[in-house]
């Protein structure tokens, strides 16, 4: 096995680009549609991490949460507090479990949970 590559379910091509890409630093790689007026499947990534978009219903569910491991939580956070995204604001949270944490949803109601890791991990 090589890993692990979530689908998560999307509604809106638009909104899912301007967060993906816009707002969180995701490329796209590529995308799908068996027609004009089918729904889309792409792929995001961002460094190693890939995440599959799809407008597919029966791909997945809404509500999906990911856990991304990351070394620069807090750059990562100020990027995303100087973008002014009107439709998310996130913090770092010291949770009990003494991890530093920021969590974000998506305009789809998937959440997206950035766990800060030590180089050594």
């Known amino acids: 096995m090589k890993g692990i590559i979530p689908i998560l379910r999307i509604f ?3 909104k899912a680009k ?3 890409m816009n707002y969180l630093g ?4 590529w995308e799908h549609r068996f027609e004009a007026d089918m729904p889309l499947y792409m792929q995001v990534s961002y460094d ?3 995440i599959h978009l799809s407008e597919h219903h029966g791909d997945c569910t809404p509500g999906a949460a990911l856990r991304i491991a ?3 939580l807090e750059e990562m956070h100020e990027r995303l507090t100087l973008q002014n995204y009107k439709y998310a604001r996130p913090g770092i949270e010291e949770t009990p479990w003494q991890m530093r ?4 949803t998506d305009p789809f109601g ?3 949970i950035f ?3 030590s180089v050594e991990s």
């Open 101 to 104: 944490e920021m969590s974000i």
């Open 26 to 29: 995701f490329k796209l790689d």
């Open 48 to 50: 190693t991490v890939v």
């Open 110 to 112: 998937n959440r997206l």
């Open 70 to 72: 990351t070394e620069h």
């Open 18 to 20: 301007e967060f993906y």
């Open 115 to 117: 766990a800060e890791t």
């Open 12 to 14: 809106d091509e638009t």
